[in-house]
């Protein structure tokens, strides 16, 4: 049976709150932002998923702020952005639109050709659709260009591809970006992310005496991802480097620091690129992506050294809810130490009760309900494996004292009504 929790979203939480009750409340020195992939908001057409998927990830993390992304090699629909933008706004969450700069993605990553006018007449047309929705737009780290057409050549002339790129791709901000959106949507801020690879930018276009200046601000990429087993074989300290570098702009221009499970590896990997992000400094964190945020917890995801002493606590991170209720009145949340349950692994959790204590009920018989995550059951493939219902009986019953059960098991239960 899996049990549906949210094992990067989780782990986000556990690595910064102690206090687990704390899901729902704002975070005190940093803002929460999830970006949301193309594909992930083409579904949020579909008003059932999307309020399905939203109940899952918003119990398990605060968020201040959704990225809905318009472009990643085609354009959205307006059908789906008319479903999600009214949805987040009634939920009271800062919604930013998202553009990912990519022809074909398939085809490694290929970018768009910042000289050839139709690719220029497609990014405007792009951006403009975009500026029409949101008041605010960020650019995924793909605003920059590595095309060698003939096209290219021509026009780098003398030039070295680092210097004709550098002004190509500040041209391409101020003339067709930042104009496109100012004018479609005076009140639009467009915010470009800066990648990883710190040490390639100006070969690529990324322009550092320009770019912070002349967009509204700037974002870094903190993915480190996995040093050993990624093809970009990045240190891991990255994730606080680079956003020192950025952070020297000047106060306000670094608007926060973005972390991908991407490469990621393991969950701890993921937790360390959260941690030395906040440590940094950033105000704002954003975690890519929505779906990601979605997936169950997977053994093959923990390391070898989980039982070693190291800085994350993989015991805490093995934990989920069973929600109970007597009568049908909730009375208790107990948090549970597997990472898994068996199959009629619950009826053992319903005889057993709390911590392994029998229940106490009046006049001895009650009817008792337990649940798993009951607002997180979206991938569950048997919803009844994470339920059970049984009348007990207990011998020398006596009424459920709720104060009672709040008081003798504080440690165990999370939220005793």
């Known amino acids: 049976m899996r049990i ?41 057409a579909e008003k059932e998923w999307l309020q399905k998927t939203w109940s899952t990830i918003s119990s398990q993390v605060h968020v201040d702020k959704i990225y809905l992304e318009t472009f990643r090699d085609s354009l959205i629909s307006e059908k789906a952005l008319k479903s999600a933008i009214p949805f987040f706004q009634k939920n009271k969450i800062q919604i930013v639109g ?8 398939q085809n490694l990553y290929e970018t768009f050709c910042y000289t050839k006018k139709e690719d220029l007449q497609k990014i405007s047309e792009v951006v403009a659709f975009t500026a029409k929705y949101f008041d605010e737009i960020i650019l995924d780290d793909f605003f920059f260009t590595n095309c060698k057409c003939e096209e290219c050549f021509k026009a780098k002339g003398d030039r070295t591809w680092e210097d004709y790129r550098l002004e190509l791709m500040t041209n391409a901000a101020k003339n067709v970006i930042l104009k496109t959106a100012k004018s479609v949507n005076p009140k639009c ?42 093809a970009q074989h990045l240190q891991p300290y990255l994730s606080y480097y680079v956003y020192r570098l950025l952070d020297q702009f000047g106060s306000g221009i670094n608007k926060g620091g973005w972390v991908d499970t991407g490469g990621a590896t393991y969950y701890d990997r993921y937790a360390e690129q959260i941690w030395l992000t906040l440590l940094s400094g950033a105000k704002e964190i954003t975690l890519f992506n929505y779906k990601e945020l979605l997936y169950p917890t997977r053994k093959d995801l923990i390391p070898a050294w989980e039982s070693l002493n190291t800085s994350f606590n993989y015991s805490s991170f093995k934990q989920h809810d069973v929600r109970f209720s007597v009568d049908g009145e909730e009375v208790a949340i107990y948090r549970s130490n597997e990472l898994q349950i068996p199959v009629g692994g619950m009826k053992l959790i319903v005889a057993e009760g709390i911590k392994g204590k029998n229940w106490k009920a009046k006049n001895g018989i009650f009817n008792l309900k337990a649940q798993v995550n009951p607002k997180s059951d979206i991938d569950e493939l048997d919803s009844k494996n994470n339920y059970e219902e049984a009348n007990i009986s207990i011998p020398n019953g006596k009424a459920i004292s709720k104060k009672w059960l709040n ?10 009504k």
């Open 98 to 105: 998202g553009i990912t700069l990519t022809k074909n993605e």
């Open 4 to 44: 549906v929790i949210l094992g990067y979203s989780l782990l986000f939480c556990l690595a910064f709150e102690t206090n687990l009750e704390l899901f729902g409340q704002k975070y005190s020195n940093f803002n929460v932002a999830v970006y949301t992939h193309f594909e992930e908001v083409r579904m949020m």
């Open 407 to 416: 008081q003798t098991y504080s440690i165990n239960l999370i939220n005793a």
């Open 189 to 230: 801020k467009v915010i470009i992310k800066y990648p990883n690879w710190y040490d390639h930018y100006s070969e690529a276009g990324f322009n550092l005496e320009t770019g912070p200046f002349i967009f509204d601000g700037i974002y870094t990429g903190n993915e480190s991802r996995d040093g050993v087993l990624n």
